[in-house]
């Protein structure tokens, strides 16, 4: 019911930072929240970061807690994710997802982007 578009990814030092962007349309936008979920091969999708649709409440991952910030830009069917900080991992997908709940979960979101590739190398 609705597209979402990821792009930002690519190969970075550790310690580095990327900023990655999710561009919603084919519904409001503004009506939804936001999260962004990573998978690495073979693993389960892993809860990264959520924000509402007026910004009001945002949520982390425990481990990228004070490394990542979350935003968006209802005018812009954007929403952002500034990964700052960034830790030694092999290869992962990064998805964004809309839903009606701010939830943790992967299973209470129905859309899902088709991901943007990320590479922390040390």
């Known amino acids: 019911q609705v597209t979402l578009v990821e792009s930002g990814g690519g190969l970075v030092w550790t310690g580095g930072s990327l900023r990655l962007s999710c561009v919603a349309s084919g519904r409001d936008f503004s009506k939804y929240n936001i999260a962004w979920f990573r998978q690495a091969p073979g693993k389960e999708r892993e809860f990264v970061a959520v924000i509402s649709w007026n910004e009001e409440r945002t949520d982390y991952g425990d481990s990228v807690k004070g490394r990542f910030t979350n935003s968006r830009d209802n005018a812009k069917n954007t929403a952002y994710l500034q990964m700052s900080s960034l830790q030694p991992e092999g290869p992962g997908v990064y998805y964004c997802?809309?839903?009606?709940?701010?939830?943790?979960?992967?299973?209470?979101?129905?859309?899902w982007g088709q991901g943007t590739q990320v590479t922390v190398s040390s």
């Open positions: 997802t809309a839903g009606a709940f701010f939830s943790t979960r992967s299973d209470m979101y129905d859309d």
